[in-house]
Protein backbone atom coordinates (compact mmCIF):
# COMPACT_ATOMS: atom_id res chain seq x y z
CA UNK A 1 0.00 0.00 0.00
CA UNK A 2 1.34 3.73 -0.45
CA UNK A 3 2.18 5.91 1.93
CA UNK A 4 0.28 8.65 3.02
CA UNK A 5 2.92 11.04 1.48
CA UNK A 6 4.53 10.24 -2.17
CA UNK A 7 8.22 10.11 -2.38
CA UNK A 8 9.88 13.21 -3.46
CA UNK A 9 11.72 11.61 -6.44
CA UNK A 10 10.54 9.68 -9.73
CA UNK A 11 7.34 7.25 -8.97
CA UNK A 12 5.78 4.68 -11.09
CA UNK A 13 3.26 3.82 -13.74
CA UNK A 14 2.31 0.98 -14.05
CA UNK A 15 0.82 -0.10 -17.40
CA UNK A 16 -1.42 -3.12 -18.05
CA UNK A 17 -0.37 -5.19 -20.65
CA UNK A 18 -2.63 -7.25 -23.08
CA UNK A 19 -4.02 -10.60 -20.82
CA UNK A 20 -3.14 -10.31 -17.83
CA UNK A 21 -6.24 -10.73 -14.85
CA UNK A 22 -6.84 -8.00 -13.11
CA UNK A 23 -6.07 -9.91 -9.72
CA UNK A 24 -2.33 -9.39 -10.73
CA UNK A 25 -2.86 -6.05 -11.47
CA UNK A 26 -3.95 -5.78 -7.93
CA UNK A 27 -1.48 -7.29 -6.83
CA UNK A 28 1.19 -5.04 -7.86
CA UNK A 29 -0.14 -2.56 -5.49
CA UNK A 30 0.66 -4.30 -2.91
CA UNK A 31 4.44 -3.80 -3.47
CA UNK A 32 4.35 0.20 -2.41
CA UNK A 33 4.51 3.15 -3.97
CA UNK A 34 2.44 3.61 -7.01
CA UNK A 35 1.35 6.61 -8.68
CA UNK A 36 -0.98 5.50 -11.36
CA UNK A 37 -2.24 2.94 -13.18
CA UNK A 38 -2.65 3.52 -17.07
CA UNK A 39 -5.61 0.92 -19.13
CA UNK A 40 -4.81 0.34 -22.55
CA UNK A 41 -8.07 -1.41 -24.40
CA UNK A 42 -5.57 -4.18 -25.41
CA UNK A 43 -7.93 -5.06 -28.20
CA UNK A 44 -10.95 -5.86 -26.02
CA UNK A 45 -14.76 -4.75 -26.89
CA UNK A 46 -16.20 -1.52 -25.38
CA UNK A 47 -18.16 -4.07 -22.99
CA UNK A 48 -15.06 -6.54 -21.71
CA UNK A 49 -13.54 -3.34 -21.09
CA UNK A 50 -15.54 -1.93 -19.03
CA UNK A 51 -15.71 -4.38 -16.95
CA UNK A 52 -12.24 -5.20 -16.90
CA UNK A 53 -11.76 -1.47 -15.13
CA UNK A 54 -14.79 -1.72 -13.15
CA UNK A 55 -12.72 -4.62 -11.18
CA UNK A 56 -9.73 -2.94 -10.82
CA UNK A 57 -10.73 1.03 -10.52
CA UNK A 58 -11.74 0.36 -6.90
CA UNK A 59 -8.77 -1.49 -5.97
CA UNK A 60 -6.41 0.67 -7.19
CA UNK A 61 -8.13 3.97 -5.24
CA UNK A 62 -8.30 1.94 -2.19
CA UNK A 63 -4.73 1.89 -2.86
CA UNK A 64 -4.28 5.28 -3.74
CA UNK A 65 -3.42 5.03 -7.04
CA UNK A 66 -4.82 7.31 -10.17
CA UNK A 67 -6.67 4.91 -12.77
CA UNK A 68 -6.11 6.80 -16.19
CA UNK A 69 -8.11 4.98 -18.95
CA UNK A 70 -6.71 4.88 -22.37
CA UNK A 71 -8.48 6.17 -25.43
CA UNK A 72 -12.24 5.90 -24.07
CA UNK A 73 -13.25 8.67 -22.82
CA UNK A 74 -17.37 7.12 -21.96
CA UNK A 75 -15.21 4.01 -20.37
CA UNK A 76 -13.15 6.56 -18.06
CA UNK A 77 -16.16 8.49 -16.65
CA UNK A 78 -18.43 5.14 -16.30
CA UNK A 79 -15.83 3.58 -14.52
CA UNK A 80 -14.96 7.01 -12.40
CA UNK A 81 -11.28 6.59 -13.75
CA UNK A 82 -9.23 9.27 -12.56
CA UNK A 83 -7.76 10.34 -16.14
CA UNK A 84 -7.99 10.04 -20.23
CA UNK A 85 -4.71 9.46 -21.97
CA UNK A 86 -4.80 10.33 -25.57
CA UNK A 87 -3.02 9.74 -28.24
CA UNK A 88 -4.40 10.33 -31.53
CA UNK A 89 -2.65 13.68 -32.58
CA UNK A 90 -3.16 17.55 -31.87
CA UNK A 91 -6.56 18.31 -32.83
CA UNK A 92 -8.25 15.41 -30.64
CA UNK A 93 -5.69 15.95 -27.75
CA UNK A 94 -7.09 19.70 -27.65
CA UNK A 95 -10.56 18.49 -27.95
CA UNK A 96 -10.08 16.50 -24.98
CA UNK A 97 -8.32 18.59 -23.15
CA UNK A 98 -11.61 21.31 -23.41
CA UNK A 99 -13.83 18.87 -22.40
CA UNK A 100 -12.39 16.74 -19.98
CA UNK A 101 -9.69 18.44 -18.37
CA UNK A 102 -11.62 20.06 -15.40
CA UNK A 103 -13.03 17.30 -14.49
CA UNK A 104 -10.15 14.62 -14.77
CA UNK A 105 -6.59 14.19 -15.76
CA UNK A 106 -5.85 14.61 -19.30
CA UNK A 107 -2.09 13.30 -20.57
CA UNK A 108 -0.95 12.28 -24.11
CA UNK A 109 2.03 10.63 -25.68
CA UNK A 110 3.07 9.45 -28.82
CA UNK A 111 5.89 12.06 -29.82
CA UNK A 112 9.08 10.66 -31.72
CA UNK A 113 10.77 13.82 -31.90
CA UNK A 114 11.10 17.47 -29.78
CA UNK A 115 9.13 19.25 -31.89
CA UNK A 116 6.00 16.70 -31.75
CA UNK A 117 6.82 16.98 -27.91
CA UNK A 118 6.49 20.65 -28.05
CA UNK A 119 3.07 21.06 -30.04
CA UNK A 120 1.79 18.45 -27.63
CA UNK A 121 2.55 20.38 -24.84
CA UNK A 122 1.42 23.56 -26.16
CA UNK A 123 -2.09 22.54 -25.06
CA UNK A 124 -1.06 21.88 -21.69
CA UNK A 125 -1.65 17.99 -21.12
CA UNK A 126 -1.24 16.91 -17.82
CA UNK A 127 1.88 14.66 -18.56
CA UNK A 128 3.32 13.60 -21.75
CA UNK A 129 4.31 9.68 -21.74
CA UNK A 130 7.42 8.97 -23.85
CA UNK A 131 7.37 5.72 -25.17
CA UNK A 132 5.05 3.03 -26.78
CA UNK A 133 2.77 0.64 -24.91
CA UNK A 134 3.95 -2.79 -25.33
CA UNK A 135 6.81 -2.26 -26.50
CA UNK A 136 9.26 -2.37 -23.46
CA UNK A 137 10.61 -5.80 -24.68
CA UNK A 138 14.14 -5.31 -24.01
CA UNK A 139 16.00 -5.08 -20.49
CA UNK A 140 16.53 -1.30 -21.11
CA UNK A 141 14.38 1.63 -22.24
CA UNK A 142 14.74 2.59 -24.93
CA UNK A 143 17.47 5.45 -25.82
CA UNK A 144 15.18 7.72 -27.94
CA UNK A 145 12.72 7.71 -25.02
CA UNK A 146 15.62 8.37 -22.31
CA UNK A 147 16.48 11.48 -24.14
CA UNK A 148 13.70 12.94 -24.55
CA UNK A 149 12.41 12.55 -21.42
CA UNK A 150 15.92 13.76 -19.75
CA UNK A 151 15.68 16.90 -22.10
CA UNK A 152 11.50 17.50 -21.71
CA UNK A 153 12.55 17.69 -17.65
CA UNK A 154 15.29 20.10 -17.97
CA UNK A 155 13.06 22.38 -19.89
CA UNK A 156 9.50 22.30 -19.82
CA UNK A 157 7.17 22.34 -16.31
CA UNK A 158 4.50 19.48 -17.79
CA UNK A 159 5.76 16.03 -16.14
CA UNK A 160 6.78 13.33 -17.91
CA UNK A 161 6.29 9.60 -17.92
CA UNK A 162 9.27 7.98 -19.33
CA UNK A 163 8.71 3.96 -20.44
CA UNK A 164 10.85 1.98 -18.67
CA UNK A 165 12.41 -1.62 -19.82
CA UNK A 166 12.02 -5.42 -19.08
CA UNK A 167 14.24 -4.99 -16.33
CA UNK A 168 13.40 -4.21 -13.23
CA UNK A 169 16.97 -2.39 -12.66
CA UNK A 170 15.95 -0.06 -15.45
CA UNK A 171 14.16 2.29 -13.61
CA UNK A 172 17.31 3.42 -12.48
CA UNK A 173 18.44 5.00 -15.86
CA UNK A 174 14.77 6.42 -16.10
CA UNK A 175 15.29 8.30 -12.93
CA UNK A 176 18.17 9.51 -13.74
CA UNK A 177 16.71 11.68 -16.36
CA UNK A 178 15.15 13.77 -13.99
CA UNK A 179 11.77 12.49 -15.34
CA UNK A 180 8.86 12.76 -12.66
CA UNK A 181 7.79 9.26 -13.51
CA UNK A 182 8.70 5.91 -14.75
CA UNK A 183 6.40 3.34 -16.30
CA UNK A 184 6.84 -0.30 -15.68
CA UNK A 185 4.67 -3.28 -17.63
CA UNK A 186 6.51 -6.23 -18.67
CA UNK A 187 8.91 -5.89 -15.93
CA UNK A 188 5.96 -6.17 -13.36
CA UNK A 189 3.43 -8.59 -15.43
CA UNK A 190 5.63 -10.87 -17.44
CA UNK A 191 4.54 -14.83 -16.82
CA UNK A 192 6.84 -15.84 -13.97
CA UNK A 193 7.06 -12.12 -12.64
CA UNK A 194 5.81 -11.73 -8.99
CA UNK A 195 3.95 -8.05 -8.87
CA UNK A 196 4.31 -7.29 -6.02
CA UNK A 197 8.05 -8.29 -5.13
CA UNK A 198 8.75 -6.27 -8.47
CA UNK A 199 6.97 -3.13 -7.25
CA UNK A 200 8.38 -3.91 -4.37
CA UNK A 201 11.95 -4.33 -5.88
CA UNK A 202 11.50 -1.04 -8.20
CA UNK A 203 10.70 1.16 -5.21
CA UNK A 204 14.09 -0.19 -3.15
CA UNK A 205 15.89 0.79 -6.20
CA UNK A 206 14.33 4.32 -7.22
CA UNK A 207 14.82 5.03 -3.31
CA UNK A 208 18.32 4.51 -3.05
CA UNK A 209 19.15 5.55 -6.53
CA UNK A 210 16.92 8.43 -7.63
CA UNK A 211 17.54 11.86 -7.52
CA UNK A 212 15.31 14.08 -4.95
CA UNK A 213 13.47 16.74 -6.48
CA UNK A 214 13.31 20.05 -4.75
CA UNK A 215 10.03 20.70 -2.60
Same mark, same amino acid.
Given at each position: ??????? +??????????????????? #? &??????? #?????????? $?? #??? %??? #?? %????? !????????????????????????????????????????? %???????????????? &?????????????? *?????? +?????????? /?? *???????? %??????? !? *? /????????? &???????? !???????? *????????? &?? !????????????? $?
Amino acid at each position: MNDATPP +NRCRIVLIAPPGVPAERIS #A &AFEGGDV #ASLILPENGM $DE #ASF %QAF #AE %QIVPA !AHAAGIAVIIAGDTRIAGRVQADGIHVEAGKAELAETIERF %QAKMMVGTGGAKTRDD &ALELGELRPDYIFF *GRFGYD +NKPEPHPRNL /SL *GQWWADVI %QIPCIVM !A *G /SDIASVEAV &AATGAEFV !ALSSAVFA *GGVDPKMAV &AS !ANALLDETAPRFE $D
